[in-house]
């Protein structure tokens, strides 16, 4: 009999037990699983805002110069097979005068002429070796230890003046030679009978700018 009360006993103590430690072993079971499940659990990707592109800077446009009616009509009926290019607008001597580049066939040429339609000089580039012979010598001569550039025969129809244009009989012809040497350019201009027409000068080169990378 107390054999079987002693058993009796320690059962009940074993169930007692068991109620015990079950609620505290699920707790910390349940803490762990809840654990697992916030590390487990990811924050949604949100991407960033596209930086809008900055839009390039538009060119300005180079300014162009209108070439007026009578000077158009006037280098059109002297040079009716040209291409038209540049148009350039500048003052001599109190006039106004425009400067045209012109090309016909492979020559190149520049014109000036006036707003009211009179040529007044025709500069077509050419090779030393059609310059007449004197005036030839005299631009070797003032090549020496120079690059000759280039070298231009300038036709003179008319000469501005104390604000007037005044055409000549017969037009003048002279030869403009362009040269360089270092850092330096320069120009002769001579006759072609070899004379000196204006004299040689030199100057600083004007640098180029490099084309932004």
Do not use: H
Request: glycine share 6%; charged share 30%; proline share 6%.
């Amino acid at each position: 009999m107390s054999r079987t009360r002693w058993m009796l006993l320690a059962v009940v103590m074993a169930i007692g037990l068991a109620l015990v430690v079950s609620p505290a072993l699920a707790a910390k079971a349940g803490g762990k699983k809840g654990k697992k499940n916030k590390s487990t659990t990811s924050t949604p990707y949100t991407p960033s805002p596209a930086t809008p592109e900055t839009p390039a800077t538009p060119e300005t446009p180079k300014a162009t110069v209108e070439l007026p009616e009578a000077a158009a009509k006037a280098v059109k009926d002297a040079f009716p097979n040209a291409t038209l290019g540049e148009v350039k607008a500048e003052e001599e001597n109190g006039v106004k005068m425009f400067e045209v580049k012109l090309k016909v066939g492979e020559a190149e040429m520049e014109v000036g002429v006036t707003a009211d339609g009179v040529i007044t000089v025709v500069e077509t580039a050419i090779d030393l070796k059609d310059v007449p012979e004197a005036a030839a010598a005299a631009i070797k001569k003032a090549a020496e230890g120079a690059e000759l550039k280039k070298v231009e025969k300038e036709e003179i129809r008319a000469e501005a003046k104390d604000a007037k244009v005044t055409k000549l009989d017969k037009a003048k012809i002279v030869f403009d030679a362009q040269l360089a040497k270092g850092d330096q350019c320069g120009k002769i201009k001579v006759a072609d009978d070899g004379k000196v027409v204006e004299e040689l000068q030199w100057q600083a080169a004007e640098k180029k700018e490099e084309a932004p990378k």
